[in-house]
């Protein structure tokens, strides 16, 4: 695949068309402000009163209801979480949208899974910063960029991409390349990631980790520092340069520990179980459970939430993330500002 910069650009695909942003939750504000001082034309479309409503105001941006902001909207960017996309879509955007119009996501969720099925004569794009919405108001306000995924479900102008590639740009997405996948690609590798590795995966590791330390007599103070304190080192390293610069920088006797226990722990029948994940969220049945969870207004969900929350290892957490300062986002504020 090829990253695609600024020089692809069309920055005329959005000229003189109005953005509508739906919801102004971190994306949504990142995406607005970003997009206005690009120079296009934004409204916000979030509940009046609301807390995104008086923020929006704050922020120097034109607000209206949903439904307002979408009728003025020639590209309506739908970013309020995937459960209340369907809703919110069927009953406030649908009727607001004329042929020729584009629809864009930053997730794939909705359309991929049949939540919502936009009319024929309307552009279906996606544009996926790959980053959180401070992070990705944070480099723009420096001049750069984080990258992005574009994807066109449905392009009913022949001016689909060209659409969503400008919209990127104005987010600065150009400037750290912008990668073309499918809305099917991008929803499947999300969750899979989320499930398999990044929230479920390493959230596990970590609880079986402090479990088997405390477990064997050995203090949760001391387990907690070795198995969730350390590992954002681990994963810094890994994100600014691959495996090859954390092994780099830890020690001959962790990276000899990391060869030979490694695999013992995450072997080939966890593979398998990952293919398993793999397999619910390709067939839908992920999907349908979640769909369902919320319907039912989330039993399970928040008993598993609380089940977490209520782990040895987040009192031994929060004893000890009191005694480190530089955790404290206004300290680290007061130490800028000093």
Request: with cysteine; charged share 25%; hydrophobic share 40%.
């Amino acid at each position: 695949m090829t990253l695609i910069h600024q020089s692809s650009v069309d920055e005329k695909a959005l000229l003189g068309k109005t953005v509508a942003i739906i919801g102004y939750g971190s994306q949504g504000r990142a995406h607005a402000l970003n997009l206005k001082d690009s120079g296009h034309k934004v409204i916000v479309g979030v509940r009046k009163g609301g807390r995104g409503w008086q923020k929006a105001r704050q922020d120097g941006l034109d607000v209206a209801e949903p439904a307002d902001a979408a009728k003025a909207g020639d590209l309506i960017a739908m970013l309020v979480p995937d459960m209340a996309q369907e809703a919110l879509y069927r009953d406030t955007i649908a009727p607001a949208l004329n042929p020729g119009d584009t629809v864009l996501f930053a997730h794939g969720f909705s359309i991929h899974y049949g939540r919502v099925t936009p009319p024929e004569g309307v552009d279906v794009v996606m544009i996926a910063p790959k980053a959180p919405g401070d992070l990705v108001r944070r480099e723009f306000e420096r001049g750069r960029g984080v990258p992005c995924l574009l994807a066109v479900y449905q392009d009913a102008t022949g001016h689909a991409k060209a659409r969503a590639l400008a919209y990127a740009h104005g987010l600065g997405g150009t400037h750290a390349g912008v990668l073309e996948t499918s809305f099917a690609e991008e929803t499947i590798t999300d969750l899979f990631g989320e499930q398999a590795v990044l929230c479920g995966g390493v959230s596990e590791l970590v609880l079986k980790g402090f479990e088997t330390l405390t477990e064997a007599g050995y203090s949760p103070e001391v387990a907690y520092f070795e198995c969730l304190h350390e590992l954002k080192l681990i994963v810094d390293l890994m994100q600014e340069g691959g495996l090859t610069k954390m092994l780099s920088f830890i020690s001959e006797t962790a990276k000899y520990g990391d060869f030979v226990s490694g695999p013992r722990v995450v072997d080939d029948s966890t593979k398998q179980r990952m293919r398993e994940v793999l397999t619910d969220i390709e067939n839908g049945s992920f999907a349908r459970d979640w769909i369902l969870e919320n319907q039912a207004g989330l039993p399970r969900y928040k008993a598993m939430m609380q089940q977490d929350l209520d782990h040895p290892i987040e009192k031994t957490g929060r004893d000890l993330r009191a005694r480190m300062a530089w955790l404290d986002p206004q300290h680290n504020q007061e130490r800028s500002a000093s």
